[in-house]
């Protein structure tokens, strides 16, 4: 394949599977575009249904060896995996912003809190205890062992190309599950990357198999009906993790499923503004607002309103914007002109039924995919971007009046991932805090995100939790033993 001059070397471009890197049988490639300047980054081998059906084999051969490795060894693999991803964390996170377009700063950050997912899942491998217990009857023990599910399908998005993978590759590897990935094909490399490392670390050939594709809906479904896989994890946006739960159903596939937020960003009178300002930029403007957990809605109270408008506005203008890779970039471009079409239709919605534009709200002509930070201020309540993901950098304000009224808007939405508040009275925090509709929620903090934390969404915004000690539970099974002594 195809290996422009501005990759760094030794990125693979190939299929990985079963140890080997080869070429997709019909020879069809993915053309990877470089989002700051809309150029030919790389070709990458685009999987067909029968690579991914001869990966789904590769990992079914090697999954019952695989589970046999002694947890300690499989935990000294992704400790080794962490080790690798550390040294070589600033080629990864340049390989990100070359495929992705986010700014260096925030390409490292996902490096080194991706690398920690192996650490974190090293740690977890020994740690999947069962129980032994009397039966009430008191005429037998009730023994529960966790045994790995089996060969599990993962499907990542582009957003975070290193940390969704490194998020369903350490704890299916910790519980003994060999593995696909399917990488998204706006972003394969940093997972065909990943894979490389993995070898490098001791992953046994057949382990781990990274097919990227361009023929997703060819690909993905025939392994859905493949009864030699027993799960899949998906990340993704809501429409597709939709459709592909009803095609996991026919083989009764069990699924984790991290799909789309609506994040709400609720502050209120007695909140510190100061924080509440550096927590917004956060929560808004890491990775350009192209984040699940990105804060999608602001409502503040209405004493405190303005004032957090043009604080929020002043902040935001300050970015400096250009490609990713360039010296103090906080803002690169969007991941591809239909995501930018998307934002600016967006926009234009909100501001055609009423919204006032406090800053931004146009794309930045030339090349690359670049959109302005943005600030709308009295956004109407049927404004399509309070209701769905804007994924970019636009922050839509609402004010509000009442503690009430506040969480009746911000659970008006049938996504649930995430919810951001600040507040100086503690009380009220964990009490809008319970009363939110969402599986997170960030109280005077903009960021949630941690390896040792369960992340997942209610409602429509996901079923199952990553990370923590839930994260490796959604690769095993329990196993219950009857038995007397
Ligand atoms: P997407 O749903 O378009 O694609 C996700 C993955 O599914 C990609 O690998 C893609 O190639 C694949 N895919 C697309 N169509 C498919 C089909 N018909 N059949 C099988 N596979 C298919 O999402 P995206 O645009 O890559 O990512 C953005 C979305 O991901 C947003 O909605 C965001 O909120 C969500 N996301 C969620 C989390 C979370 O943890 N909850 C994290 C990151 C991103």
Known sequence: MQHLS????????????????????????????????????????????????????????????????????????????????????????????????????????????????????????VRLTGIVQHAPSGSNRIMVLRQAIGVAVLITPWNFPAAMATRKIGPALAAGCSIVLKPASDTPLTALYLAKLLTKAGV????????????????????????????????????????????????????????????????????????????????????????CTAANRFYVHEKIASEFTSRLAKQMAALKVGPGLEDGVQLGPLINAQAREKVGSLVGNAVNSGAKVELGAEEIKGKGFFYKATVLRDVPAGAQLLNEEIFGPVAPIVSFSSEDEVIELANATEFGLVSYLYTGNLKRGLRVAEALGSGMVGLNRGLVSDPAAPFGGVKQSGIGREGGHEGVLEYTESKYIATSW
């Open 6 to 125: 501005q990759l760094p070397n030794g990125v693979p471009t190939q299929l990985f599977i079963g140890g080997k890197w080869r070429d997709s049988s019909d020879n069809k490639v993915i053309e990877v575009i470089d989002p700051a300047t809309s150029e030919l980054l790389a070709k990458v081998s685009s999987a067909s249904a029968g690579d991914a059906d001869q990966a789904v084999e590769a990992a079914y051969n090697s999954q019952s060896d695989w589970e046999k490795v002694p947890p300690r060894e499989r935990g000294e693999i992704l400790r080794r995996a962490f080790e690798l991803m550390t040294e070589n964390s600033e080629e990864i996170s340049r390989l990100m912003v070359l495929e992705n377009g986010k700014a260096i700063a925030d390409a490292r950050s996902e490096t080194a809190y991706a690398a920690e997912f192996f650490r974190w899942y090293s740690e977890e491998a």
């Open 204 to 291: 046994p050939e057949g382990v781990v198999n990274v097919i990227p594709s361009n023929r997703s809906s060819e690909v993905v479904p025939g392994m859905l009906h493949d009864p030699r896989v027993r799960k899949l994890s998906f990340t993704g946006s809501t429409e597709v993790g939709r459709s592909l739960l009803r095609e996991a159903s026919d083989c009764i596939i069990n699924c984790s499923m991290e799909l789309g937020g609506n994040a709400p960003f609720i502050v209120f009178d007695d909140a510190d503004i100061d924080a509440a300002i550096e927590g917004a930029m956060v929560a808004k403007m890491r990775n350009g607002g192209e984040a």
